[in-house]
């Protein structure tokens, strides 16, 4: 059965108590469980194999309490999360925290963002300087950007900049599917070169789209720098997306990146969401999951996730999902705003702990 969490009767435990859960649990609970509402009387004794389900790290009273998909104990309760899409009709999870461009909600900042990617693109402007701060969805932008480009623009997405000079040569390379024999840094550019040499000639573009490049070390820049010099006398053969939070504004200002930061054509710098854009976010992605229609955040909720998120779409994504998870425990299609504060307080509990 699909379901997100299941809840079950656990005689003799001890509330706070760890307790590990080996393989052969986990089958007796799988076999037991028939449909979201059952309890289940199961014996579960101390000592299983650990290596057959994480230990859980941290316990409380509180049933929302668990952390590496793991179990807990209260006094007789233990709740286990696997899913819980078929309580509420969903088809997939509304509120992940990865980078779905089927979740891409159009907000005004993020329509302007891509309005300003779509245009630098288009007309061949050359290196494109994207930032925001963490969680405000410039990767979900990004991925949605190389989704919608018409097949006449060749596309590269690096996600993990963190290497040298030279393997960052490689992997736009690899990403755009150029064959290449030698592997020192002037085969590689003329590999380069002689790819968008011909793309340019069947009237193709190409982009590559770097992320995180806040992470980025004045040589790897210099390299895009030499990168962007790739041209005609009437257009540049490559567009170049940096990504990346506000640090990376703050290190194209340093003088020894001065030359860079001059062919910076397109500049933009993403905001979270606003206030009344929250409401239509939540429901964007319910909508987009398949939720149920008497699934609802009350307008008070909404009100409450803003106010924890400051309109951080990431941050919206994990209280709704432990929301969600709440009100499951709960048995309600209506999400107030005791279910939202008493999950984000579970949160940033949960985070102080972690971190601590």
């Not at 007796?28 to 579960?44: N, R, T």
């Not at 018409?150 to 030279?166: E, M, R, Y």
């Not at 030698?182 to 000639?201: R, Y």
């Not at 009100?303 to 309109?311: L, T």
Request: aromatic share 8%; hydrophobic share 40%; with cysteine.
């Amino acid at each position: 059965m699909d379901i997100a969490v299941a809840v079950l009767v656990i005689d003799d435990l001890v509330q706070g108590e760890i307790v590990d859960a080996g393989a052969e649990f986990l089958g007796v609970f799988a076999d037991a469980l028939q449909d979201p509402f059952d309890l289940a009387e199961i014996p579960c004794q101390e000592g299983g194999d650990p290596a057959g389900f994480p230990e859980v790290k941290r316990l409380e009273h509180n049933s929302l309490s668990f952390y590496n998909h793991g179990l807990i104990m209260s006094k007789h309760l233990c709740i286990f999360k696997v899913m819980y899409k078929d309580f509420y009709h969903f088809k997939e999870h509304p509120f992940n925290i990865t980078s779905d461009p089927e979740f891409f909600f159009p907000a005004l900042r993020h329509e302007e963002a891509f309005s300003h990617l779509i245009y630098g693109i288009s007309s061949r402007r050359g290196i494109i300087v994207i930032t925001g701060e963490i969680g405000t969805g410039k990767t979900t932008l990004c991925r949605t950007l190389l989704n919608r480009l018409d097949k006449s623009v060749k596309t590269a997405l690096i996600l993990n900049p963190d290497f040298s000079d030279l393997q960052l040569l490689q992997m736009i390379i690899n990403d755009l599917g150029i064959s290449y024999v030698k592997k020192t840094k002037l085969d590689l550019i003329g590999a380069i070169t002689l790819f968008l040499v011909e793309e340019s000639g069947k009237g193709n573009n190409v982009a590559v789209v770097i992320d995180e490049c806040q992470n980025l070390n004045i040589r790897q820049l210099e390299q895009i720098r030499l990168l962007s010099n790739l041209e005609t006398e009437k257009e540049k053969l490559l567009q170049i997306i940096l990504v990346g939070q506000p640090e990376l504004s703050e290190k194209l200002k340093k003088p020894e990146l001065r030359q860079l930061t001059q062919r910076v054509s397109v500049n933009y710098h993403i905001l979270p969401l606003q206030k009344e854009e929250v409401g239509r976010y939540i429901n964007h992605r319910l909508r987009i999951a398949g939720a149920c229609p008497e699934l609802m955040f009350t307008p008070r909720a909404i009100d409450a996730i803003y106010e924890i998120s400051k309109g951080t779409p990431r941050v919206i994504n994990v209280i709704c999902d432990r929301a969600l998870l709440a009100g499951f425990t709960r048995e309600t299609f209506t999400i107030d705003r005791n279910l939202v504060e008493e999950s984000a307080k579970e949160i940033l509990t949960a985070s102080y702990e972690y971190h601590s």
